[in-house]
């Protein structure tokens, strides 16, 4: 008799970025929101690329961070408003990243950033798994117990305050700010503060980033300014420059004229005195030709006429 074998049924593997949602239908808290991310992407760009010549690094804004797979999928994720990951491709595949699959690629992020639209509360709850009875853990607890996210950021909107905290010994630590009143990120070797001004057409406290000598780095159209405006100083050099040669040309070319005009004052002088002589000698010369017609000897017109024989 043949015995009959049950197939064995192998669970389903994990699913990936394209199989996992890549939002959870809520809405941005603020118009600040989407263009604070902007500006931090937009100004780190030339320092990432320095970082990563090979371009192995990718930067999350308002993704998903799924750490654990559950049932809806959206509860084992995290979603920082901006997030960024060393070496790791900007695509997969190809294709865009529509989340961060961290049991698929097992690197955290090395910084994480969250723009409360609050108090900070919800970005500060460390309420661990254990406690929360089928809900979301707390975010600050995700990171920092499971994920370990070195630097976590908390950026206060309504009143423009900046927490950072850095992961030391597996446990979050307020990081202190410099004298400039920046937050240093060591690996990036940068700086995260707060900076006042117009960005997006709003007035408001912004997050930027600094370089290690407290320099803002800037974005792209503020480096097109800077770079038009080193143009223009630069035309409007090389316009003073060619106005003094002009000036100096002019100069040479009046000292040029003053140099003829004294030239021809000369030679008319030297005309002058030479008609002069011209007409002392005919003068003379008549004078020789009266006296010796009046029966004077040559030596009786020399001596009156004070000449040499």
Request: proline residues 7%; aromatic residues 8%.
């Amino acid at each position: 008799m043949t015995q009959s074998l049950d197939p064995t049924v192998l669970p389903p593997s994990f699913p990936d970025h394209t199989q996992l949602p890549d939002e959870d239908g809520t809405f941005v808290k603020n118009f600040q929101e989407h263009p604070q991310s902007i500006l931090l992407t937009d100004s780190i760009l030339p320092v990432l690329q320095r970082l990563h010549p090979d371009g192995q690094y990718a930067i999350g804004q308002d993704c998903g961070i799924y750490w654990r797979e559950t049932d809806p999928p959206e509860r084992g994720a995290e979603a920082p408003d901006w997030f960024y990951v060393a070496g790791v491709p900007p695509l997969l595949d190809g294709q865009f990243r529509r989340s961060y699959v961290l049991w698929r690629e097992f690197i955290a992020p090395l910084i994480a950033i969250e723009l409360a639209s609050g108090d900070g509360s919800p970005e500060r709850d460390r309420a661990p798994l254990s406690r929360t009875k089928g809900q979301k853990p707390g975010k600050f607890w995700v990171y920092e117990q499971i994920i370990r996210i070195p630097y976590y950021a908390i950026f206060i909107v309504s009143t423009g305050t900046l927490e950072v905290y850095h992961l030391v010994n597996g446990s979050y630590r307020l990081l202190p700010p410099n004298d400039r009143g920046h937050f240093v990120i060591e690996p990036m070797n940068v700086e995260l503060g707060v900076w006042e001004g117009n960005y997006d057409n709003q007035k408001l406290r912004w997050l930027r980033w600094w370089d290690s000598e407290g320099n803002l780095l800037l974005i792209g159209n503020e480096r097109v300014a800077i770079v038009e405006q080193e143009i223009q100083i630069e035309r409007d050099r090389a316009q003073r420059a060619e106005q003094e040669i002009q000036t100096e040309r002019d100069r040479a070319q009046r000292a040029e004229q003053e140099i003829q005009t004294e030239r021809d004052r000369a030679q008319r002088a030297e005309q002058e005195i030479q008609t002069e002589r011209d007409r002392a000698a005919q003068q003379q010369q008549e004078a020789i030709s009266r006296l010796l017609r009046m029966g004077l000897t040559a030596e009786q017109v020399a001596e009156a006429l004070s000449l040499e024989l």
